[in-house]
């Protein structure tokens, strides 16, 4: 849950990276996701992944 700066449009679809208006604070998990893609795609994409991978086993607390 690091943070980075992004591009709000990304510089490889014209977006400025030193315009202030064009960038925002975001996590870096977040912004690997977003890559150059809009944030409308990202937040999309966000919601119809699992929220756990699919090597994660989940446990309760009691379980150790």
Do not use: Y
Request: overall charge positive.
């Amino acid at each position: 849950m690091s943070a980075e700066v992004d591009e709000i449009i990304p510089v490889s679809r014209g977006g400025s990276a030193t315009d202030l208006r064009n960038l925002e604070k975001v996590h870096r998990c977040c912004n690997q996701l977003k890559s150059d893609k809009s944030l409308a795609w990202a937040r999309q994409k966000a919601k119809g992944a699992p929220a756990l991978k699919p090597t994660a086993v989940p446990f309760k607390s009691s379980d150790w």
